[in-house]
């Protein structure tokens, strides 16, 4: 009979083609990526020059930088809450017994969350254009507005259109994912908190919320890091603009690196927010094991 290391030596032996094929097409990029950070003139005729960490000192003391940065953070922090708040009610709604044609409203709502990102950001440019776009026809028809919005050439009303468009998209997600966990929760619960005299909002906090948290925190967590990457909607939606006022951390890591040609500098942007991001993330996965602990 095999020995215990013959048998492991064949277990790993197995295992090398696909811890083969991850070092190429994973680690390597992330090494080779990390090499770049520390060069300039990388991808020139001249020779890629070391420069250390002077890529990410100039990266901490720019001002554009900390403006890129402090618009995704509002990006971010605007899309996730609305993606939470209306992805759960959407889900409490659908889970309640006495709706009728729930199955209808689900296919519909899932509708834009099977539509590729990139047709997302198209529909909703057609959607928002000052000209021709049906949201400002309809507006004014109904009164609402006088004269059509510039929904995509103004500042703030870009990064709202940003935010509908993201809203559009991924709320179906949420929907589905917390329809399912509220699934589980024993129906049993509410019926005894119903007998002890609790009424619906008490419901709601004292037994769905304790019963989905680790649910919400995943999903949180998931939203936050789509919405930090948040890439191809600006780059089909608003191209960034205007000012600027779109241009989020990850638009802004493309257009430094490949645009501008300037991949040095692109790469230590990358780490930098690969470094927020996942600080954050440990700081919610920390949250959900004290809870399991609790």
Known sequence: MASTGQKRATNYLFMLPILVMLSAIIIYPI????????????????????VGLTNYFSL?????FWYIMKITAIFTVAVVSLQLGVGLSGALLLN????????????????PWAVPTVTAGLIWRWILNADYGI??????????????????????????AVIITSLWKD?????????????????NLYEAATVDGANTLQRFVNITIPIIRPTIMIVLLLLTMWSIRAFDIIYVLTGGGPISSTSFIA???????????????????SYVIALFTLIIALMIIKYLYSQKRS
């Not at 309640?96 to 709502?109: M, N, P, S």
């Not at 709320?171 to 129906?187: Q, R």
């Not at 690196?257 to 942007?269: D, E, L, P, T, V």
């Open 60 to 64: 901490l003391t720019d001002p554009d």
């Open 251 to 269: 638009y802004t890591t493309y257009r430094t690196a490949f645009k501008y040609f300037n991949i040095g500098r692109g790469a230590s942007m």
């Open 31 to 50: 090494i080779y990526s990390l090499y770049i950070s520390f060069h300039i003139n990388v991808g020139r005729p001249t020779p890629a020059i070391f």
């Open 96 to 111: 309640t017994k006495d709706l009728r044609g729930k199955g209808v409203f689900l296919t519909i709502f899932l509708v």
């Open 171 to 187: 709320v179906p997600f949420v929907i589905l994912v917390f329809l399912a966990v509220l699934k589980t929760v024993p129906s």
């Open 135 to 160: 949201l400002n026809f309809l507006m004014i028809r109904l009164g609402v507005i006088n004269s059509p919005l510039q929904w995509l050439n103004r500042p703030g009303l870009a990064m709202l």
